[in-house]
């Protein structure tokens, strides 16, 4: 029964990954602003973050989903959601006035605490998901 | 651990392989150099000279703008960006003059919102510059 519960979160965690990364795919340079907003790399660098951590996040919710490099879409999840958590509370520090954009426009309408919150939840399903990671045998690849 | 590894690493470079052929379809409309191609901006002097064919627009936030502003800005922000454009099309607009842009400083990002919505949104067919170093640019011209 447990294992059909963590089948289910690694589904809507995946789906959401799928959809964050799908919204900001079609406007890589608009993403890219919204990182360059975090005021910590030069453009240059903004640019190609913009067009390589879609793809990345969707790859990753479609492994959550089939369970094709399941333990790697997990570790490398988890280490961006880590890492974005750390860079919005340093953003945040510094007074800057950030949009994430993670979700696109619907990311503005957001405030900084309601992010935080889907922020952590988001984190907390992946540490659970991973302390729950199926049997080698069943997530195919591992 | 190993596996983990190892599947991270094969995640991570499969990635750059759609970000890489979508960085080649794009490669022409993504501004590489800087955030605002050097074509959108104009500097104090310049802007200056266009005289009373330029209609400035303060990006920056109400108090800012009532504590001081470039003399016969208008104040267009987001925060009540409906509200103000309208009230900036039914007074100052006029389709022949240039509307240079500005916010506080070369770090923010307010003018270029606002230059962004000003083309996309509202459709003005005006030329419409970010102005260079924003206000404290203005500041240190005026010294």
Known sequence: M???LWRVVAIIIGGLFIY???IKVVDPVEFARDIDNYKMLPWQV???MGLYLPWLEILCGLALITRVLYRGSVFVLTALM?????????AKARGLDISCGCFGHASKYLSFAWHLVLDFLLLGGLVLLWKNAPPRSDAQLA | MKAQLRQSVALLALALLPAAVQALYLRDKIPWQSRVAE???VSVEVARGWGANALWVDARPAEEFERDHIPGAVLLNEDRWNELLSQFLATQWSPEKKIVVYCSAASCNLAEDVARRLREEAKLPNEIRILKGGWEAWLAQKK
């Open chain 2, 39 to 41: 074509s959108d901006l």
């Open chain 1, 46 to 48: 903004n640019v190609w």
């Open chain 1, 2 to 4: 447990k294992q059909y």
């Open chain 1, 82 to 90: 880590v890492l974005f958590i750390i860079i919005t509370g340093i």
């Open chain 1, 20 to 22: 964050a990364g799908a």
